[in-house]
Nanobody, 129 residues
Framework: QGQLVESGGGSVQAGGSLRLSCAPSRSYYCMAWFRQTPGKEREGVATISNDGYTAYADSTKGRFSISKDSDKHVHLQMNSLEPEDTATYFC???????????????????????????WGRGTQVTVSS
């Protein structure tokens, strides 16, 4: 299934910026960033497809930007960070393309079950007020 390695987490004050990176060991069609805080379910943050489709959670639109470079690394630029963005951030991937070509922000998708089959170990982001 391959491997994903996240980097770039850390601590920052509210209003600051961080850039997360995800290095995959192979090519995937969909790559995504999810985040999770203790006691809560993992939530989708942003996704990007090989065809260039991107999607963002409403809470991150206009502040976060997902991109992919020529080495297939996926980056999440996070600006105007808020304490509510504090979480462990996970990179996730799916090698197959679904008919719509888009990559979902949810873990479970009708007809697929758990859509993302490969996950990184996570990187901590802490935003202080």
């Amino acid at each position: 299934q391959g491997q994903l390695v996240e980097s770039g987490g850390g601590s920052v004050q509210a209003g600051g910026s961080l850039r997360l990176s995800c290095a995959p060991s192979r090519s995937y069609y969909c790559m995504a960033w999810f985040r999770q805080t203790p006691g809560k379910e993992r939530e989708g943050v942003a996704t990007i497809s090989n065809d260039g489709y991107t999607a963002y959670a409403d809470s991150t639109k206009g502040r976060f930007s997902i991109s992919k470079d020529s080495d297939k690394h996926v980056h999440l630029q996070m600006n105007s960070l808020e304490p509510e963005d504090t979480a462990t951030y996970f990179c996730a991937a799916q090698k197959e393309r679904r008919m719509s070509g888009s990559c979902p922000l949810t873990e479970v998708v009708y007809g697929w079950g758990h859509f993302y089959h490969t996950w990184g170990r996570g990187t901590q982001v802490t935003v202080s007020s």
